[in-house]
C-alpha cells in the first residue's frame, strides 16, 4: 500500500491547501461560522452530506452489515428519515429566525426563546458529548490506517486531527464548504466503483447469499437492532446543532429546505452501499475478530491495489469531512455560546474570530485525546447521537412551535432527561433493550416535564402558526 499512502499523503496535503486559501478571505465571525449566509442550496447539499457520510456511514455501517446483513441500511436509512423531518419541520423556521435576529449558532436561538442559563446548560452537555462524535471519526480514520499501512492508533488518531485542523481552523465554515466538496467526489467515486468489484471478489450474490446460511434475516431488511437505530438516530438527525449551523448559511430558507431534503435523498440512496460491502467481505473472510475491521479487510486483501488506494482516500475523505463537521459544532459552541456568552460579552468581532480559531484547535486536539481512549467507533457515536437526542429534542421542537414552557421547564427537561439515560444506559448496559430503552425513557421524562409546563401556562391555546 506505499503508493496508496503517498496519494493519500498528497490528498490530505491539497484538502490542507484548499482550506488555507479559502480562509485568507474569512474576515469577520459571520463568514466563519455561516460563510456570510450566501451560500446555494447546491454547496449546502454537498457540506451536510459530506458531514453526514463518515465513520458511523462507512466503517461503521460495514461493520454493522458484517455483523447483521442488510438491516444495516437502517443505520444510514434512519439518518436519511430523520433530515427529511429536519428539512420540512426545523430548517426553514429556523433559518428564517436566524437571518432575521443573527443567530451564528443553536445557542442563540436558546437563549432568546429561553434564556442563558438554557443556552450554557445545552451547550455544556453537547460539548462534551460531541467530543464522543468527534472521536468516532478519528478511530474510524485510525483503523482504517492501522490496517491499510500498520500505523499504530495513537499516530492515526493524531495524523487525522491536525489534517481536519489545518484546514478547518483556517476558514471555518466557509473552507469546510469547499473542502467537502472535494472530498465529496472522492467519497462517491471510490465506494461507487468499488461495490461491484466487491461483490465480484465475494463470489457475487449467491456467495453472499450462502454467507448467510443458519442467519436468514442477513438477507431481510427486519433484522439487526433497527428499533434502537430509530429511536437514536432519527430523533438526533432532526435537531443536530451542527446540521443546522450549516443550513444557517444558506442563502435563504427555501434553499435551506432543499439543501436538506436533497442530503435526505442521497442517504437513502448511500444506506444500501455499506450493508453490500459488509457481506461481501463476511463471504470472504467469515471470520473476522472485529468487525469495525470489515471495510478496511476488504481494502486490502479483496480489491486490487489501484482500487484499494482509491477506497483508502475515499474512506479517508469520508471520516475526516464528517470530523469536520463535530469540530465545527464543538469550535462555535465554546466560543459563541460560552466565551461570548458567559466569559467577554464584549467581544469583538475580530476577537471572537480569534477566540474560534484557536478554540478549533483545542477541541480537535481534545478529540484526539478521547479517539485514543474509546473502545469503537459505533460505541462511541451512539453515546453522542443518544446524549444529543434526549436534552436537545423537546426544548427545540417545543421552543420553534410552542410559546407556554418557560426556562426553568427547560432545564429541568435537560437536566432530568440526561440522568434518566445515563442511569438507563448503566442499568441496561449489554442487553437488546439498552439499544433503545434508556433513549425512550428519557425522551418520556422531558416531554412530561414539557407537558406539566404547558399545562401551567394553558399553552394548549397558544400554539404558534
Not at 467526489?185 to 454467507?211: D, H, K, N, Q, R
Not at 475491521?293 to 469531512?321: K, N, R, Y
Not at 484526539?368 to 460505541?379: Q, T
Request: charged share 10%.
Amino acid at each position: 500500500m506505499t503508493v496508496a499512502l503517498w496519494m493519500l499523503a498528497l490528498y490530505a496535503a491539497a484538502l490542507i491547501a484548499v482550506g488555507l486559501l479559502v480562509g485568507r478571505w474569512v474576515r469577520a465571525s459571520g463568514d466563519f461560522f455561516v460563510a456570510g449566509r450566501t451560500l446555494p442550496a447546491g454547496l449546502v447539499f454537498v457540506t451536510l452530506l459530506a458531514a453526514n457520510i463518515g465513520a458511523g456511514s462507512t466503517v461503521g455501517a460495514t461493520g454493522l452489515g458484517y455483523s447483521y446483513g442488510l438491516s444495516a441500511w437502517w443505520w444510514v436509512g434512519s439518518a436519511g428519515i430523520g433530515s427529511i423531518l429536519f428539512g420540512l419541520l426545523v430548517a426553514p423556521k429556523i433559518h428564517r429566525l436566524a437571518a432575521t435576529h443573527g443567530y451564528l449558532t443553536v445557542g442563540d436561538f436558546l437563549e432568546a426563546r429561553y434564556d442563558r442559563g438554557v443556552r450554557g446548560l445545552v451547550s455544556l452537555v453537547l460539548w462534551f458529548a460531541s467530543l464522543a462524535g468527534l472521536s468516532g471519526q478519528l478511530i474510524a480514520m485510525a483503523a482504517v490506517l492501522q490496517v491499510a499501512a500498520g500505523v499504530p492508533k495513537l499516530w492515526g488518531c493524531l495524523l487525522g486531527g491536525l489534517i481536519m485542523i489545518a484546514y478547518y481552523s483556517s476558514g471555518g465554515l466557509r473552507s469546510a464548504v469547499w473542502v467537502n466538496l472535494l472530498e465529496l467526489v472522492v467519497v462517491m467515486t471510490g465506494f461507487a466503483v468499488a461495490l461491484p468489484y466487491a461483490i465480484g471478489a465475494a463470489g457475487g450474490w449467491t456467495a453472499l447469499e450462502g454467507s448467510a446460511a443458519g442467519r436468514p434475516e442477513a438477507m431481510s431488511l427486519l433484522g439487526g437492532p433497527i428499533f434502537g437505530w430509530l429511536i437514536v438516530l432519527v430523533p438526533s438527525f432532526l435537531i443536530s446543532p451542527g446540521l443546522i449551523q450549516k443550513t444557517y448559511g444558506a442563502a435563504s430558507a427555501g434553499a435551506a429546505r432543499r439543501a436538506v431534503l436533497w442530503n435526505a435523498a442521497a442517504l437513502l440512496l448511500f444506506a444500501a452501499i455499506p450493508p453490500l460491502l459488509g457481506l461481501s467481505i463476511r463471504a470472504a473472510r467469515p471470520a473476522l475478530a472485529n468487525p469495525d475491521l470489515a471495510l478496511p479487510t476488504l481494502m486490502t486483501e479483496l480489491l486490487p491495489l489501484w482500487l484499494g488506494g482509491l477506497v483508502l482516500g475515499a474512506v479517508f475523505a469520508a471520516e475526516i469531512s464528517s470530523a469536520d463537521a463535530f469540530l465545527f459544532m464543538l469550535s462555535t459552541s465554546l466560543s459563541q455560546d460560552l466565551y461570548k456568552t458567559f466569559v467577554r460579552p464584549s467581544a469583538s468581532d475580530a476577537r471572537l474570530l480569534q477566540v474560534s480559531r484557536r478554540t478549533s484547535v483545542v477541541a480537535g486536539l481534545l478529540g484526539v485525546a478521547a479517539a485514543i481512549l474509546l473502545p469503537g467507533v459505533i460505541a462511541a457515536l451512539t453515546l453522542f447521537y443518544s446524549i444529543l437526542t434526549v436534552s436537545l429534542l423537546v426544548p427545540l421542537l417545543a421552543g420553534l412551535y410552542t410559546t407556554g414552557p418557560r426556562p426553568i421547564d427547560a432545564k429541568a427537561a435537560i437536566l432530568l432527561s440526561a440522568a434518566t439515560f445515563m442511569i438507563g444506559h448503566f442499568v441496561c448496559r449489554g442487553t437488546p433493550a439498552g439499544a433503545w430503552l434508556p433513549v425512550s425513557l428519557a425522551i418520556l421524562v422531558s416531554l412530561s416535564v414539557f407537558a406539566r409546563g404547558w399545562w401551567r401556562a394553558g399553552a394548549r391555546a397558544r400554539f404558534k402558526r
